[in-house]
């Protein structure tokens, strides 16, 4: 089982109905990329200097099937949503 974590920093001026946009439209895609075993989103409450707005968690059966995600025309539509009021992004990808 592959994890895979991405971690979002957002500009500024975001505002918070976007994000919750965001988070709604990353659920969404479970009903539409099989691959996806699990999908959590959270949005961070606290705000703080090293406070990340956003982490996904997500798990995959195989580094095929995250490759094959990443690829869907849904997910690369909502990376194209987010990717404008992105600051920073990170992520994890690990075996468990």
Same mark, same amino acid.
């Given at each position: ?25 990353? !659920?969404? *895609? ?23 707005? %956003?982490? *996904? ?5 195989? *580094?095929?099937? *995250? ?10 539509? %909502? ?12 992520? !994890?990808?690990?075996?468990?």
């Amino acid at each position: 089982m592959l994890q895979h974590y991405v971690f979002i920093k957002y500009q500024e001026d975001t505002s918070d109905e976007h994000i919750q946009a965001f988070k709604d439209k990353m !659920l969404a *895609l479970k009903n539409t990329i099989k691959e996806i075993r699990r999908i959590e989103v959270s949005i961070d409450e606290l705000h703080e200097e090293r406070s990340w707005d %956003v982490v *996904l968690n997500m798990q995959f059966d195989s *580094l095929e099937d *995250l490759r094959t995600y990443q690829r869907h025309p849904d997910h690369v539509a %909502v990376v194209q949503f987010n990717g404008p009021k992105v600051a920073q992004a990170g992520a !994890l990808d690990c075996h468990i």
